[in-house]
């Protein structure tokens, strides 16, 4: 994906953390992969309170970066295979 992207950082096996950036300032995101079945995973994406460590998967950021969020997405996604190349999304 040839878009602008952010940097992120994996913060545990199944989560990656990055940060974006726009009309609304910061806003801590999270890509977090959760297991339904051996092999099988589901990815949710949601903003993240660094205070509490709790993530908000049904906030609507409207930062106005939409394009390098899903870029950024794109590249973790990559990441996870690269990780673990026999697991299905």
Request: no cysteine; aromatic share 16%.
């Amino acid at each position: 994906m040839d878009q602008p992207k952010y940097e992120f950082k994996r913060t545990n096996e199944l989560h990656f953390d990055f940060v974006s950036v726009g009309k609304k300032g910061e806003i801590y995101k999270r890509v977090t992969f959760i297991e339904l079945q051996f092999g099988f995973f589901n990815m949710e994406l949601g903003d993240l309170n660094p205070e509490t460590g709790e993530v908000d998967f049904y906030s609507v950021s409207n930062n106005g970066d939409r394009n390098a969020v899903l870029a950024t997405v794109s590249e973790i996604i990559e990441s996870f295979f690269e990780l673990y190349p026999t697991h299905t999304i």
